[in-house]
């Protein structure tokens, strides 16, 4: 019944008359479901299907999505299929082809979405309503158009007076609380999609963008990351290893001895170290009964990697991370006077960025951007530096305030709010003073 999504046929789908069938929140299923007749088989029926967790995330009462979507299924007389997963991750509705699964008579259509484990954010619980939204046109010969769409509401009304109602069904909704649960009866529980997310849209239909998306899926580079060296640990001793930047991948152990080790990633050390049961990048237990290889089968997100050893006896191993990232051309470059942020965000500048020297009738450092990247840049004036104040720019300073013009330290030479006036954070001169310079209240640099 799935359809190709880079193909919609969207001549009905002019917009959503359906509604988000929602689960009371801390529930882990819902279903929807609706019963209808047909006075004969359709000869055209197209039909969009959605799921998500929404939660309240504005003050207003708006809803957003969870990162991850619940897994749905679509039941068409008995007939079963699973929308993507891809297509709801991107909040979208799948667009579906019921016309090989209705029949003349009697017809049942059910969706059901589930989390088997709720989502998290930030390792907390996020309170998520379970929703499941779906809206089908059929076409049936002689009669007129059936919208089906999930809500109370057993007639459409048009927005032109002209148009006449729509013919739609009513549909049951059923919840259920715990994971392995009961299903119980709710009702009342319709959600129209511009009351929940005016903002966001959802669900969406995908347009040409995610279209050439789908064509053109991106490629991706694989490579093994070794840690520095082999680690030897004596019995329920522990180690961070630091794989010196940002990484996703899975994590490898090798050893030509049976171990038993749990691993502990994390985007810093601390968090690595943190053993105790976490949701966010699980601790790993890395066995082995014979000399070979342990991958984790999970992905993993991290730069440091807490490693203890569970053997009863001292343990030596490789530990590794296959990891993968996009291949992308690297067509930029980051660099900036302070050593720090051009260590953070120098090593994996990939957008493109203009770093170019310009001059500047003040002789201040200047911001420069272009595109959406900030470049630092510093005056190359051909009045020597030793003559320029480095407050004002004013080549008539005192001799014994012109060593200001010297480089900046690398706390003075992070990047400032871009301003008509010389900014500093030195005392006793403000963005409003006026040109000329008052006494330094601090050693120059280099006296």
Known sequence: MI?????????FADHWDASWAVADPGSYAVLARTRFTLEAAPHAARGWVAAAGLWASHPLGFHSAATQPPFCILTVNGLISDPSQRLLLRGEAVPVDLASALVEGSNEISIEATYY????????????????????DLEVPGEPLLRLATGERQSLMRVMPTRPAVTSSTW??????????????????????????????LPRRGGRLEQAADEELPAFRHTHRPAPAPITLAPDAVTVVDFGEELVGHLTVRSDAPLRLTLG????????????????????????????????????????????????????????????EIAIEQRGAFRCADALLEEVYGRRAARSCAARTTTSRTGR??????????????PTSSVSRSAICGRCGDRSCSPRRRSFATAPSPASARIRTISSWPTTSRSGFSPRAPTRCTRATSTPRGS
Do not use: Y
């Open 265 to 324: 990633p994390g985007e810093s050390a601390p968090e690595a170290r943190d053993f105790d049961d976490r949701t966010e990048n699980p601790l790993r237990v890395a066995a082995l009964f014979d000399q070979g290889t342990w991958r984790d089968a999970r992905r993993a997100a991290l730069r440091h990697v807490a490693v203890r050893n569970d053997s009863g006896a001292p343990a030596t191993f490789d530990l590794g991370l296959d990891a993968f």
């Open 365 to 378: 450092s200047a911001i420069a951007c272009s595109g959406s990247a900030i470049s630092r840049r510093r």
């Open 172 to 201: 049951e909704v059923f919840v259920r609380r715990t994971a392995e649960g009961p299903w119980d009866k709710r009702s009342g529980v319709f959600l129209h999609p511009l009351a929940a997310s005016p903002l966001l849209r």
């Open 117 to 136: 484990d709720l989502p998290t954010m930030v390792g907390l619980a996020l309170p998520v309503c379970v929703a499941v939204l779906f809206q089908a």
């Open 3 to 11: 359809v190709d999504p880079t193909q919609p046929d969207a001549r």
